[in-house]
């Protein structure tokens, strides 16, 4: 399956969001609130002001990253990303190929290391593909994060030298 990952443009925002609304409403894979508004999501995820990409198959956009600073001033060397694949496109590897775009990315704005502040342990696909991007485990976080379905649940910190 041939993927194309590229700069977003303005008109893939709006795939972006139905994407963003969709992975939101399933409860257990980002901290963010289901009910967040299109307002609240788009001063700090679906914004072309961030770095951001988007996976396409067919002129589908089936996955997108952003790639921002992990905290401002003194920790802005250190990039923060954040990944979505479409719930009927998991399974393909397209988190893997976002992942390793932006590895590549971020070294060429500079960056000096990529760190994952919240990956919840649940998610075993994403912990595969981060480790297998060369990420290791820092940190875990006991119950950090309210799974729907699971209650609380352990979550992770992945840090990656560039």
């Given amino acids: 399956m041939d993927i194309t990952i590229r700069r977003a443009e303005a008109d893939d925002l709006e795939f972006i969001w139905q994407m963003w ?11 963010y609130n289901h009910t967040s508004t299109r307002a609240t999501i788009e001063k700090s995820w679906i ?11 067919e002129n589908e956009v089936v996955g997108a990253y952003i790639l921002k600073d992990n905290q401002p001033g003194y ?3 250190i990039a923060n990303a954040s990944y979505m694949v479409k719930s009927e496109r998991r399974g393909l590897r397209i988190g893997h190929q976002l992942c390793a775009h932006s590895i590549i990315k971020a070294k060429e704005v500079g960056y000096k290391a990529m760190q994952f502040n919240l ?13 297998d991007n060369g990420f ?6 006991p119950e950090g994060f309210h799974h729907y379905q699971k209650g609380y649940v352990d979550a992770h910190i992945f840090y990656r030298k560039l």
């Fill in 21 to 31: 609304h969709d992975v939101m409403a399933q409860k257990i894979y980002f901290s």
């Fill in 47 to 57: 914004n072309l002001t961030n770095h951001i990409y988007v996976a396409i198959i």
């Fill in 75 to 77: 920790g802005n060397h």
């Fill in 119 to 131: 990956v919840v342990s649940t998610n075993k696909g994403a912990i595969k593909t981060w480790l």
């Fill in 136 to 141: 290791k485990i820092i940190g875990t976080i």
